[in-house]
């Protein structure tokens, strides 16, 4: 099991960029496969970038491909989520979550999770 802790979040103008970040414990980022979901109120949690646990492969939803650069610090134990342009529609609670070894983008497949950090975009 993976303790985590999401920060990084705010307020912040469209166009505008944030960095997240995910520090683990209990177990190494680099030992499992670890994502960035959120969610917005009155809709279900969606996937937005991942990163695999042996090679570090990235992927990313349509909706922040360009945008968003999924990263891991193996020394500092910690996820990043940098979001570069954006957009009103991406206000949401964002969440990083750990999936062992299997590379998905479903959540129910994620078994560890932190308790969200707020992200706000104003236009």
């Known amino acids: 099991q993976v303790q985590l802790v999401e920060s990084g979040g705010g307020l912040v103008q469209a166009g505008g960029s944030l960095r997240l970040s995910c520090a683990a414990s209990?177990?190494?980022?680099?030992?499992?496969?670890m994502a960035w979901f959120r969610q917005a109120p009155g809709k279900e949690r969606e996937f937005v970038a991942g990163?695999?646990?042996?090679?570090?492969?990235?992927f990313y939803a349509d909706s922040v491909k360009g945008r968003f650069t999924i990263s891991r610090d193996n020394a500092k134990n910690t996820l990043y989520l940098q979001m570069n342009g954006l957009k009103p529609e991406d206000t949401a609670v964002y969440f990083c979550?750990?999936?062992?070894?299997?590379?998905?983008?479903?959540?129910?497949?994620?078994?560890?999770w932190g308790q969200g950090t707020q992200v706000t975009v104003s236009s």
């Open positions: 979550a750990a999936a062992g070894r299997k590379t998905t983008t479903q959540a129910r497949e994620f078994n560890d």
């Open positions: 209990g177990r190494t980022v680099s030992s499992t496969t």
């Open positions: 990163i695999t646990w042996f090679r570090g492969t990235t």
